[in-house]
């Protein structure tokens, strides 16, 4: 199993272009989320999802956009991207909601992104 | 969600047990206290989970208190491997929302 799986792990942007971070994951679960961090912090939540078809908002969504069209992939949109958004984004995944082990999350090795 | 707070940082000697605390004052009855960590800029690694009885694993060892408004999760045995960040976390409903954790440096 390759786990989860982020592309690119490192990307530069100009303030205003759009691009989409690549998340993937082949444990067949069903819960799925994005976090950033930012340098010295913790992790804050952006959007979550707890199955295909299903998202929600976390922390801190605004300039970000997720959709779940199936269950293995869970892709984090930047539509118009700001200085501000530089930040290292992590994707994780975990079993069901309703899964005693619902809250362990296996995440990717992170996406390095600058906006300049 | 309830909140949780921990101290900045902690210093513990390699051999030594590590024993992070972390306080959950508005823990509600069906939420479960979790434990992660994050090496260096890695993603963070999940080590141990408990709703109300402590718990064991191989990797660590979560005391929570009987009013459960306070936890505490012990390195047995420290390594300079486990100089981290910890992070304890109430799990809400449908999602885990990190604070800033506890820089743990473990020195030889």
């Known amino acids: 199993n390759a786990g989860v799986t982020q592309t690119p792990k490192f990307q530069v942007l100009k303030t205003g272009q759009s691009m989409t971070l690549q998340c993937a994951q082949d444990m067949n679960h069903e819960y799925m989320s994005w976090y950033r961090q930012d340098p010295g912090m913790g992790l804050r939540l952006i959007h979550y999802?707890?199955?295909?078809?299903?998202?929600d908002q976390g922390e801190v969504p605004n300039g970000y956009n997720v959709s779940r069209s199936t269950t293995e992939d869970f892709p984090l949109r930047l539509l118009s991207a700001a200085p501000s958004q530089t930040s290292v984004y992590f994707c994780?995944?975990?079993?069901?909601?309703?899964?005693?082990?619902?809250?362990?999350?296996?995440f990717g090795e992170g996406s390095r992104l600058t906006v300049l | 969600d309830a909140k949780t707070t921990q101290p900045p940082s902690m210093d513990c000697a390699e051999g030594r047990a590590a024993n992070l605390p972390c306080n959950h004052s508005t823990i509600s009855g069906n939420e479960y206290v979790y434990w992660y960590r994050q090496i260096h800029s890695q993603g963070p690694q999940y080590i141990i989970h408990?709703?109300?009885n402590n718990e064991t694993n191989e990797m660590a060892s979560l005391i929570i208190t009987e009013d459960r408004k306070s936890s505490t999760l012990i390195l047995p045995h420290a390594t300079l491997r486990d100089t981290a960040v910890y992070y304890c976390i109430v799990k809400g409903a449908q999602k885990l929302v990190f604070g800033q954790g506890t820089r743990l440096t473990i020195n030889p």
């Open positions: 994780a995944s975990s079993y069901s909601q309703g899964s005693k082990r619902a809250g362990e999350l296996f």
């Open positions: 999802s707890v199955g295909a078809g299903i998202t």
């Open positions: 408990g709703l109300k």
